[in-house]
């Protein structure tokens, strides 16, 4: 297995506040900036819905990321920072994915909550579910059992997840979420950076991995990934 030479050891954070947090506190105002809005056909619900952006907009870090992301689930989006940062030696991109990742959770828990999804849209969540949950047991089983890592399962499902993401936003969000969500798809499912995650050789990883994958164990058994 190959890994990325001459990455940057995995730095402990030194703040009360996780860095999903902190990045969550970044995005005031970034459904306006975005100029995206859902297709909505009563007047009253749509005003309702921009009324929670702009809600969400005025939000502490930590108000944000408690809406739409439960704290264990935060520890996971950390920890992913943590490996991306490492990988890419660069505190900018690992920056980046993690503020399109929360911004596309918080877009699609809007959507969800106020009910706008069609019954064909919710089916394709269930099935967004039931393949990332697949997903999810696969990382577990890749850490817990030895040589069952396999980067061409792990390809072939964020594949299928990114599908469907785009199915289910299709008629509620502009092309620039599409783009995002390409963009965490596809760093996400890039060979080298996931022989790099699960590089047996490196401690650093293992270590994040192992948090990562408690806290999934986690999120599991409380039926929620």
């Known amino acids: 297995m190959t890994s990325k030479t001459n990455k940057k050891s995995v730095a402990t954070s030194t703040t009360s506040t996780s ?12 459904v306006e900036s975005d100029e995206e809005e859902t297709s909505v056909s009563a007047s009253a619900q749509s005003l309702g819905v ?28 950390d920890n992913l920072h943590k490996l991306t940062r490492a990988y890419s030696d660069s ?22 909550k106020n009910n706008l999804f069609t019954e064909y849209e919710i089916k394709l969540i269930e099935d967004f579910r039931n393949r990332f ?3 999810s047991k696969a990382i577990v089983t890749f850490y817990e059992v030895d040589y069952t890592f396999d980067r061409v399962f792990l390809t072939r499902m ?19 979420s599409h783009i995002r969500i390409d963009y965490i798809f596809n760093y996400l499912s890039n060979l080298q950076f996931i022989e790099y995650v699960f590089n047996t050789n490196s401690t650093a990883n293992r270590a994040i991995i192992k948090e990562i994958v408690q806290d999934m164990n986690s999120l599991m058994d409380a039926g929620l990934l």
């Open 50 to 77: 921009r009324a929670q952006k702009k809600l969400l907009s005025k939000l502490s870090s930590k108000s944000v990321a408690k809406v739409f992301i439960d704290d264990t689930s935060s520890r996971v989006l």
């Open 133 to 135: 949950h697949s997903l």
């Open 158 to 176: 964020c594949k299928e997840c990114q599908d469907l993401t785009h199915k289910i936003i299709s008629t509620h969000l502009t092309q620039k």
């Open 19 to 30: 860095v999903s947090q902190q990045l969550a506190s970044q995005l005031e105002g970034f």
């Open 91 to 112: 505190k900018k991109d690992a920056d980046k994915l993690l503020k399109s990742i929360i911004k596309t959770i918080v877009k699609l828990g809007i959507l969800y």
